[in-house]
């Protein structure tokens, strides 16, 4: 009997834990631990910046006012209205009623992934890619296939993205701006993914977190720009990186009807909704340009300051990287692998760095997070350099 069951005691015996459990990594993890207050930290993938305070005072006015009940599961009219006006800016047209706002874009690029893969489905990822992607597919019972990006630049291979393609591929994972790699990718190169997708019929989830974030003159560009891209691409951003909300854990998807409709089971089902007086907040945040273009040209100086120190490093080579916050090296050239240098780096210079490897498709890499201090990235690079040349 059911009451029985539920009072044994049935030993060291448990039901298994879900198959495909067991094949997600841990990402970034091990070489996130917080160190001691000596090392200088380039892991950490987030804005050194707090969050604007008209976003702070805004949430908090919600609180005083009540706003603490269920409401609309995709989000507030209001504040899908404010995302769809927000993405204008970026050359995309989605409706607000087929926006959702869900809690992270992380969140959100999982729904993209429930809501149009089936277990089996093969997804096509530029390599080396963030690694929550690899792990929220493989929680699906997906598969992910990597294949890795032009070594110089880190720009989409497309003889390797075709040669991947199998009758099981499904859809492709575009994340550009990019982490880890910096890259951001030329319009044409963009209309080339489109027409991939395209000829073999596959969605295109549109990772664009770090769009307000670019070095280069062309900007992000939005595969819905392309003949065939505006219905297949799902595009999911946040206010995490832009507006230095990592926090808040807010992160919009916009699709066409029959998508946002399959996206909108998944919210109703896995959140109901973001917190309710958050969403006036997330307004506000959209409506910021001063607060948000000081943050971008910050980035932008720290962007320019340590690509010159590192590429005086002996033994890497980085291509300068192109938006986001994030310089990928090649360290090849040092004679260690990722794993050793990143330990080494720790022990011996004090610096605190993620290796590639565990990313797939990135050994050789180190990536290094330029979200910190200039003083932290002029002292940071400075004993790297110390440290290498000791090495010589
Ligand atoms: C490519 C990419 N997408 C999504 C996220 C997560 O965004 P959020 O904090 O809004 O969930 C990150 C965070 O590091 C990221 O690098």
């Not at 993209?112 to 929220?136: C, F, K, N, Q």
Request: hydrophobic share 40%; proline share 6%; net charge negative.
């Amino acid at each position: 009997m059911g009451s029985a069951q539920g009072t044994t005691n049935r030993g060291a015996s448990l039901p298994r834990l879900n198959s495909n459990i067991n094949r997600v990594g841990t990402g970034f993890a091990a070489f996130l631990s917080p160190p001691g207050p000596e090392v200088i930290r380039f892991t950490v993938g987030q804005p050194d910046f707090d969050t604007p305070g008209k976003v702070v005072e805004s949430a908090k006015a919600s609180l005083d006012r009540g706003e603490t009940a269920y409401t609309r599961t995709q989000g507030s009219p209001e504040l899908c209205q404010a995302v769809s006006e927000h993405l204008t800016k970026h050359k995309i047209q989605i409706d607000a009623n087929n926006i959702v706002v869900a809690p992270g874009c992380k969140q959100a690029v999982l729904y993209a992934m429930m809501a149009t893969l089936d277990p089996g489905d093969e997804v096509l990822l530029l390599a080396p890619a963030w690694p929550s992607y690899d792990g929220m597919l493989k929680m699906i019972g997906a598969v992910p296939v990597h294949v890795p990006v032009k070594r110089d630049n880190y720009h989409p291979d497309f003889v390797a993205l075709e040669a991947a393609i199998t009758s099981k591929t499904k859809a492709i994972m575009v994340n550009s701006p990019n982490n880890p790699t910096g890259a951001v990718y030329r319009p044409d190169e963009v209309e080339q993914l489109v027409a991939l997708a395209v000829k073999h019929d596959l969605w295109i989830i549109d990772d664009m977190i770090y769009a307000t974030l670019v070095w280069e003159d062309y900007g992000y560009t939005s595969p819905t720009q392309f003949p065939g891209g505006k219905e297949r691409t799902l595009t999911i951003g946040g206010w995490s990186k832009g507006w230095a909300m990592t926090g808040w854990r807010l992160g919009w998807i916009g699709c066409s009807t029959e998508v946002a409709n399959a996206v909108k089971k998944v919210n109703a089902s896995a959140a109901t909704h973001v917190a309710t007086f958050l969403m006036p907040a997330a307004i506000t945040a959209l409506s910021l340009e001063e607060e948000t273009q000081m943050m971008a040209d910050s980035f932008k100086n720290r962007r320019d300051v340590i690509y010159d120190l590192l590429d005086s490093l002996p033994g890497i080579t980085v291509p300068k990287p192109e938006g986001a916050f994030y310089a990928l090296c090649d360290i090849s050239g040092t004679g260690m692998t990722d794993i050793e240098f990143a330990n080494r780096a720790l022990e011996e210079a004090k610096v605190q760095l993620i290796p590639g490897s565990l990313m797939q498709g990135g050994e050789g890499f180190i990536r290094i997070s330029y979200a910190t201090s200039m003083d932290n990235i002029k002292e940071g690079v400075r004993r790297l350099k110390l440290w290498l040349e000791g090495l010589r």
